[in-house]
């Protein structure tokens, strides 16, 4: 069983849409929650990060966690072709009872957006 | 400065080679990290340095080796590398204290094992 998966994509959006990204993970013990953008050829850029049940909003993005549900979201409104990337969700595990842990990154998920 | 940095952006090495990436960073983070990413997957832990130790090795083979001189650079050698390991090699650094400790990735190597 994967530790995070992600909803399988790819995920193609009109612009000025919303685009919704989920994201389910496994350790109940999972403490931190992430979300990374990457854009084709280039390294993962963090947009959203989560650690309380409920919604974080930031701009455009939102991100949504339900730790019992073991559940974490990202949406992102009035979606523009910039948006086009692959968004992966990253869960922060402590390692050996150290507090910087370690991130399972999901498989990705590819949205594109269309004029 | 919230930066990582990388060099080379680009490496093409033969199997019987022996090169270095190099990973810097100034602000002030005590845990950096190595990754490894194949097309179209995620990135893959490698190694965890934290105050300049080693403390997670994700049992990578030898022909890499890490090295932190200094709570700022990270280097990982590499030694008779197998075509296999082209990859985009990606570097990171966090804070080790707090909850949260985000990771903020460098650009990356992009390897070529001929």
């Known amino acids: 069983q994967k530790e995070v998966e992600q909803n399988s994509g790819p995920l193609s959006v009109p612009e000025g849409a919303i685009a919704s990204l989920n994201c389910t993970y496994s350790?109940?013990?999972?403490?931190?929650f992430f979300w990374y953008r990457q854009y084709s050829g280039k390294s993962p850029e963090l947009i959203m990060f989560i650690y309380s049940n409920g919604d974080k909003e930031d701009g455009r993005f939102t991100a949504q966690l339900n730790k019992a549900s073991q559940y974490v979201s990202l949406l992102i409104r009035d979606s523009q072709p910039s948006d086009s990337a692959t968004y992966l969700c990253?869960?922060?595990?402590?390692?050996?009872?150290?507090?910087?842990?370690?991130?399972?990154f999901g498989q990705g998920t590819i949205l594109t957006v269309h004029p | 400065d919230t930066e990582v940095t990388q060099t080379p952006k680009h490496l093409v090495m033969g199997m019987t080679n022996k090169k270095s990436l190099k990973c810097e960073q100034h602000?002030?983070?005590?845990?950096m990290y190595w990754y490894k990413q194949k097309a179209k997957k995620p990135p893959e832990l490698m190694f965890v340095y934290s105050y300049e130790k080693l403390s997670i090795n994700e049992s990578v083979p030898s022909r890499f080796s890490p090295e932190c001189p200094n709570s700022s650079l990270l280097n990982l050698h590499l030694h008779a590398l197998q075509p296999e390991d082209s990859a985009l090699y990606l570097c990171a650094s966090s804070q080790t204290s707090g909850s949260l400790n985000e990771q903020f990735f460098g650009p990356g190597t992009r390897l070529t094992v001929l």
């Open positions: 990253a869960v922060k595990n402590n390692a050996g009872g150290t507090s910087y842990g370690k991130l399972t």
């Open positions: 350790d109940r013990g999972s403490q931190s």
């Open positions: 602000m002030g983070h005590r845990a």
